[in-house]
């Protein structure tokens, strides 16, 4: 008759404890990941003034150009 030490330690049963032995001796799972920084929005605003026209008319034609420019860093 098998006795109970020839059972429990057979070849498929010792593979078995190396299995859940080396399962358990993994390393712990890695911190999740700092979120990404804000993003910050940055505008500049710059104005220009074109006069068209001739200075012997009396009356000068302007051209006013805003430019706005924002930038998402």
């Known amino acids: 008759m098998n006795s109970l ?15 859940i032995l080396s399962g358990c001796a993994s390393p712990p799972p890695l911190p999740p990941a700092a979120p990404p920084p804000i993003p910050e929005r940055t505008c500049e605003t710059t104005e220009q003034t074109d006069v068209m ?5 009396t009356e000068e034609v302007t051209r006013e150009t805003t430019l706005t420019r924002c930038v998402t860093q």
Do not use: T
């Not at 030490?5 to 299995?19: D, E, I, Q, T, Y």
């Not at 026209?53 to 008319?57: I, L, P, T, W």
């Open 5 to 19: 030490g020839k059972r429990a330690f057979s070849p498929l049963s010792l593979a078995f404890c190396v299995a």
């Open 53 to 57: 026209g001739d200075a012997r008319v």
